[in-house]
Each structure stands twice: as structure tokens, then as C-alpha cells.
């Protein structure tokens, strides 16, 4: 950690916005999708998953996955989706077959990405890809 205790005002002021300046700044969706009839789910797991990866191939969805508690139970789930606006967004969720069917509800909120690390080893020789 730095010490800025030394900077002034201006300084601080200067300082964050070198640091701001070289942040990616991308924006995207996040689709948080809630139980609403959970009992629905089963019904259409297959095709969810379906939509999941025709998204994804579609270069709609960036990353998914579930949540999980402390106990290890499966409650809300997140996507990450690539739009070009709030109503894209939406559009792009609603067609979710969990959400068609009511098994969940779900909310849009913009997400501002600004730092972070991702890590890509491909190995050729075996086809293994890690992602960390």
C-alpha cells in the first residue's frame, strides 16, 4: 500500500485519475437471476443449459454460474452478459427458458469493470485450457 498522507488535495486528485485513465472501463450486464418457482426448474434444465451455451457461442455471455451457501445449497445464479444497453440486456435475459417459465425472476444491473486478473494457459499438445 502507498502512503498518500503527504499528497495534497490536487495531488490526490491527479493521482486517481492517472490511475482511473489505465482502467479498462468496459461495461457490462449482470443478470441475477432469483427463485421464483423453483419446482419449475427441472422441467426445463435441459434447455437452459441450451440457452447457456447457444448465448455463449452467440458471444452474448462473457461468464455464468450458480451460488451456492456455506451448506453447499444452490439458491441464485449470475450472468455476466455482453449488451449494448440496459434493454438489451433485458431482452437477452427474458428469453432464459427459467425465466419464461417463471422458475426464476431476475435483475439487470450495469456492471463497470475497472481492475481485475485473468489468467489463460492453453497446452497444445493435450487440448487443455485452464482459466484462473
Do not use: C
Amino acid at each position: 500500500m502507498v502512503d498518500n498522507s503527504t499528497l495534497s488535495a490536487e495531488q490526490r486528485t491527479q493521482e486517481l485519475a492517472r490511475i482511473r485513465a489505465g482502467m479498462i472501463r468496459q461495461d457490462y450486464y449482470l443478470m441475477h437471476r432469483r427463485p421464483a418457482a423453483p419446482e419449475r426448474k427441472a422441467a426445463v434444465l435441459l434447455e437452459h443449459f441450451q440457452w447457456l451455451v447457444a448465448m455463449e457461442k452467440a458471444g452474448h455471455i462473457l461468464m455464468t454460474g450458480a451460488l451456492f451457501d456455506q451448506q453447499g445449497r444452490q439458491g441464485e445464479g449470475l450472468t455476466l452478459l455482453r449488451a449494448q444497453s440496459w434493454q438489451d440486456a433485458q431482452r437477452l435475459a427474458a428469453t432464459d427458458p427459467f425465466v419464461m417459465t417463471g422458475a426464476v425472476s431476475f435483475a439487470i444491473e450495469r456492471w463497470l469493470l475497472g481492475a481485475g486478473h485473468i489468467s489463460l494457459s492453453v497446452d497444445l499438445s493435450d487440448q487443455r485450457v485452464t482459466l484462473s
